[in-house]
């Protein structure tokens, strides 16, 4: 299934190599370093983006802060850990790796180890990744029951992960199995992840699918075009309330006017127990160059006023189902 010529994320030889998914579609431009700053300015900048590939990334981020190092290790880590962990603030998956790689250095008693231990942490979780991506993927057939119109947004897809993806895993996998007719990709603005990266992916991929922009989702819905609806998460609470890219409630509203189908799909890492409710997400705000222009070109005026939620939280109760790797969720969510 996984036959495609791209990689999101890649560790070889003390080096990460990164897709630079800013330049996507029109240039495949991969970033290879063992700076940590470089890799943390590279999740700012969405150069690595989607909640799993963030937590993969900065596992390996706070890997390479202790490669070389001897003297004043432990500062060196804390330092590099609070610099990652304030990259960007939704994705739970960038706290849940940066847990388990500060738990393992707590627990060396002999810190001249520490990079191949970490380093080994690092590419444990990337792996679990592929693993649960892929069981993710095989789960999510059950939610279709005929050869489908699919609409997902932003990217939850390769790029955004360390395998095959999340909502657009399962897309594959049941377009694999002769269950999927087309996609919609909501372009998903203000950095069209969905027209840019998510149609990258299904290009590549082979599968029929249109973009459109992400107002024109209703109407679709409108003249039966759609039959389910899937999409990845950042953070999902105790109780099922998923944070995702802006719009995502916006449609999950739709899909319950229209008697859709609305899915989330994410790895069990996603989802935050610590966390009761939607309430108690935090919601990343972007710059607001991000709207004010596109390619550094000003399309409105520079000192207007912007507001720029990079997510929004859908309530439980509009999520028909929460696809994981361990099994497919119905409501009431107890994880
Ligand atoms: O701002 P982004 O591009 O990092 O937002 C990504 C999303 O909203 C994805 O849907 C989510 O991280 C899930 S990726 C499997």
């Not at 890649?10 to 495949?28: A, C, H, M, R, V």
């Not at 969405?46 to 190092?69: D, T």
């Not at 039959?227 to 099922?240: Q, S």
């Amino acid at each position: 299934m996984n036959n495609s010529d791209f990689f999101a994320l890649s560790f070889n030889s003390g080096y990460l190599t990164f897709l630079d998914q800013t330049k996507l579609p029109g240039i495949e431009d991969y970033v290879q370093t063992d700076d940590y700053e470089r890799i943390a300015v590279g999740i700012e900048r969405l150069e690595i983006r989607g909640a799993p590939a963030i937590g993969i990334a900065a596992a390996y981020a706070l890997a390479l802060a202790v490669k070389n190092k001897t003297v004043g290790i432990e500062e060196d880590f804390d330092k590099a850990y609070s610099r990652i962990a304030r990259t960007r603030p939704t994705a739970v998956n960038l706290f849940y790796a940066l847990g388990v790689i500060k738990t393992s250095f707590e627990s060396l008693s002999d810190k001249s180890k520490a990079y191949d231990v970490l380093l080994n942490k690092a590419k444990e979780i990337h792996s679990d990744d592929i693993d649960k991506c892929r069981k993710i993927s095989e789960n999510g057939l059950a939610v279709f029951n005929k050869k489908s119109r699919v609409l997902t947004h932003c990217n939850a897809g390769m790029l955004a992960t360390g395998g095959m993806g999340t909502a657009v895993g399962v897309i594959a996998y049941a377009f694999e199995k002769g269950m999927v007719e087309k996609v919609y990709a909501d372009e998903t603005r203000p950095l069209f992840q969905g027209s840019r990266l998510t149609a990258f992916e299904l290009d590549k991929l082979g599968i029929p699918f249109s973009i459109q922009i992400d107002s024109a989702a209703a109407v679709l819905m409108q003249k039966g075009l759609v039959d389910l609806v899937i999409t990845g998460a950042d953070r999902i609470a105790a109780n099922g309330d998923s944070a995702n890219k802006i719009g995502t409630y916006n449609l999950a509203v739709l899909c319950n006017y229209h008697k859709i189908p609305f899915y989330i799909a994410a790895p069990t890492s996603t989802i935050d127990t610590g966390t009761e409710t939607g309430a108690g997400i935090k919601v990343e705000e972007r710059s607001k160059d991000e709207i004010t222009r596109i390619n550094n070109s000003l399309i409105t005026k520079e000192h207007f006023n912007v507001f720029s939620p990079a997510f929004d939280v859908t309530p439980n109760e509009l999520i028909t189902g929460i696809i994981t790797e361990e099994k497919l969720h119905y409501p009431p969510y107890k994880f």
